[in-house]
């Protein structure tokens, strides 16, 4: 009797003491405290044994030597300037390094635009001086000499002359909701991860632009609720099979202060990528037809308008995707670098500058994430590339006799940011148990010393004794490999049966099995005492042209498939018990979680979907077009896709959450699926947080949230 009152006081102490751990691991994770500290951007300087930042009280921008770490010295200093500019957010060199372009603070507009004020810097003589009179300036960009810059105001073009304080207005068409120049409409900056659409020649001269028309895109609107009267916010989004902006090309003379159409074709196209060659009077222009279908790149003249295409990717039953020219590089001879899929797996190539292929760099069944650069005086490429295994990352060099040499081989995930000579990198190294650690190291991947080793959160981290992160493959019923980690609880005993939660994304070419730093919601979960497993599904990255394209067409499909035979694998583990399986998603993971509880026959007992798409005709051109073509050609895959018609469908407990204010998936595509589910009198759960966009972001909002989720799972798993 009295050792049953004492184990019984124990097994409560145990608890208490395990319940306070996981709380206290839940507010740190809602706050940021688990994230690593990251060195502030470094922009490589013209010599390629220095390197620029911002000084941690954001006074200043200061010069370091790769080699030593030491102050080589202050580019400029807003201490003593008579300047209302408190705090250096974001600056620009010229190309010669004289002229400096800094702004404070911003205000944003979408999830990358914003609109601040600029302020010019004579680096040698200290000097400061707003760019413009009243400021909101977006996008400034200097000339390679200094001597000019271009912005963006009001929606139209606007050129500083330095030299003489004059500022040109070079458009004049410009309005909300209508016309864009310059800058990227709403879908260009989301889908193609660009807000600066125009860009300087490389002698100043000239300066290429798109102009985006926006008229006949319809209208989006939602509520941003204040007291005492609601706010109406209403702007351009253009969903699937619906008119997209017409974008076109122009350049700027400076000198002639002329303005050329260039020619770019009739049709429906997006126009992703523009930059300049190495030639001061060619431009590059990648151009998609609106499936995406075909990727051309073309060299154009900007002095005659003739346009060459030098540059072809198409999908033969897949998307040509616009990403493997993100790493465009030209040589001093218009040579150029970019990966291509042509051989099924995204590789890199060097092309004349007529276009034809030169030599293929990289070889192999795996995929290269990122191109470095090309070092032309060596002929050595620097990139990253999935190559030991698709959830790591490792940085490499590969000369001209193919040779490859893995500058760091520890198991993880590796990034680099290299000098202008390639002599040096600031590179990235963490795994799963290492907060990120950054080192400078020697283009052989010999460390010289280090710069931020995150060790006083490593030791924390240790400290909390966090359940193991295991990473594993295994093959599904009809032969699909798949790569997965599973967490499982600190005190597992695998002659008990565990709740299993999963946790996924399963997007296009994402991936969520990734040996890479991220104390994420599955710690808390093993802490409460479930198993926690992820699983990336066909359609996902670093596998190779099928693997990643799997989806075409049928988004949803191949995905769900492979999430209901990765639970029912789990599911035949003696330690988790089959009826007691949750998926848990957000945005592209709410869709597949939403599938999952309606095509999974039971399999999985509760579903987490947060801000989901619910039908691909409600979301938006460029990314649904990409995977799916347009609605007109392709009904019956979105048919299939489309969850609020099989709401009827939905099996097992549901909470589904959105924010008021997401401007990306609109709570629409929630609220059409919850009508659904009441007309056909099924039971859900739903949250609703006010004017939160697609991130519902803030400290407390997120610690409410998964609390809530926590709560729910309790209840219903």
């Not at 049953?4 to 507010?27: E, G, R, W």
């Not at 699937?240 to 003379?253: H, I, K, M, Q, W």
Request: proline share 3%; charged share 25%; aromatic share 14%.
């Amino acid at each position: 009797m009295k050792k049953s009152i004492i184990c019984s006081i124990m097994m409560m102490m145990f608890a208490l003491v395990s319940a306070n751990t996981s709380t206290d691991y839940l507010k740190g994770f809602t706050s940021g405290e688990y994230r690593a500290k990251t060195p502030d951007v470094v922009r490589p300087m013209a010599d390629g044994e220095h390197y620029t930042i911002i000084s941690a009280d954001k006074k200043s921008i200061v010069a370091y030597d790769y080699a030593t770490g030491k102050t080589a010295k202050t580019i400029f200093s807003l201490e003593g300037k008579n300047c209302p500019l408190k705090t250096i957010e974001g600056y620009d060199f010229s190309q010669n390094e004289k002229t400096l372009l800094i702004h404070g603070d911003v205000e944003p507009i979408y999830r990358r635009s914003f609109i601040t004020t600029y302020y010019v810097v004579d680096v040698e003589r200290g000097k400061i001086e707003p760019l413009t009179k009243n400021g909101g300036e977006m996008m400034a960009r200097l000339s390679p000499n200094g001597r000019m810059v271009a912005f963006s105001k009001d929606n139209n073009m606007f050129i500083k002359k330095l030299d003489y304080g004059t500022e040109l207005q070079i458009t004049k068409d410009g309005e909300k909701n209508h016309i864009i120049n310059g800058t990227a409409d709403w879908v260009y900056e989301e889908e193609f991860a660009t807000t600066r659409y125009f860009e300087w020649s490389t002698d100043g001269q000239l300066l290429a632009y798109l102009k985006f028309d926006e008229s006949d895109i319809e209208e989006y609107s939602f509520d941003v609720f204040q007291s005492p009267y609601t706010k109406h916010y209403t702007y351009k989004y253009p969903k699937a099979g619906t008119n997209n902006s017409t974008v076109r090309l122009y350049v700027y003379d400076v000198a002639n202060r002329t303005t050329k159409k260039i020619d770019t074709g009739d049709g429906d196209y997006y126009l992703p990528i523009l930059t300049w060659t190495s030639d001061k009077d060619q431009l590059a222009l990648a151009k998609l037809n609106r499936n995406q279908t075909e990727l051309i790149l073309y060299n154009v003249n900007a002095r005659s308008g003739v346009t060459t295409p030098i540059f072809t990717e198409k999908g033969e039953n897949r998307y040509a995707d616009y990403q493997v020219l993100d790493y465009l590089h030209f040589n001093s001879d218009n040579s150029f670098v970019c990966m291509s899929e042509r051989d099924g797996y995204r590789h890199l190539y060097l092309f004349r500058p007529n276009g034809q292929v030169s030599r293929q760099i990289t070889k192999g069944e795996w995929d290269v994430i990122t191109c470095y650069g090309y070092d032309e005086s060596t002929a050595t490429t620097y990139f990253q590339a999935a190559k030991e295994r698709p959830y790591e990352r490792h940085i490499y060099k590969i000369n001209s006799k193919g040779i490859i040499t893995n500058l760091d081989p520890r198991d993880g995930i590796h990034s680099a940011d290299f000098s202008t000579n390639f002599k040096y990198a600031i590179s990235q190294f963490n795994n799963a148990t290492t907060p990120n650690i950054y080192t400078v190291i020697n283009n052989n991947g010999k460390e010289i010393r280090v710069v931020e080793n995150n060790q006083t959160l490593a030791d924390k981290m240790r400290s909390m004794n966090l359940p193991k992160k295991e990473f594993f493959s295994f093959t599904t019923e009809d032969g699909i490999l798949l790569y997965a980690w599973i967490v499982k609880p600190n005190n597992f005993d695998s002659r008990k049966q565990y709740p299993l939660v999963m946790v996924q994304y399963s997007g296009p070419n994402s991936q969520e099995v990734l040996n890479r730093w991220k104390p994420d919601w599955e710690y808390y979960l093993a802490q409460e005492g479930y198993i926690v497993a992820c699983v990336d599904g066909r359609g996902t990255g670093a596998r190779g042209t099928k693997f990643r394209t799997a989806s075409y067409k049928k988004l949803g499909q191949v995905e769900t498939h492979d999430q209901i035979a990765a639970a029912h694998y789990f599911g035949k583990l003696n330690y988790i018990d089959s009826e007691r399986i949750a998926i848990w998603g957000w945005s592209y993971g709410g869709f597949m979680a939403l599938n999952c509880l309606i095509n999974g026959n039971g399999t999985f007992k509760t579903g987490i979907a947060v801000a989901p798409v619910t039908d691909w005709h409600l979301y938006n051109t460029a990314y649904t077009e990409r995977f799916m073509t347009r609605p007109q050609e392709n009904a019956k895959g979105y048919d299939i896709s489309n969850l609020i018609k099989q709401a009827s469908k939905l099996q097992g407990n549901l909470l589904i959450v959105h924010g008021t204010a997401d401007d990306n998936v609109h709570i629409q595509n929630t609220f059409l699926f919850t009508e659904a589910l009441t007309q056909a009198g099924i039971p859900y759960s739903q949250e609703v947080y006010t004017n939160k966009n697609h991130s519902i972001l803030g400290a407390k909002t997120r610690l409410h949230l998964y609390t809530s989720f926590n709560n729910f799972l309790k209840a219903n798993l």
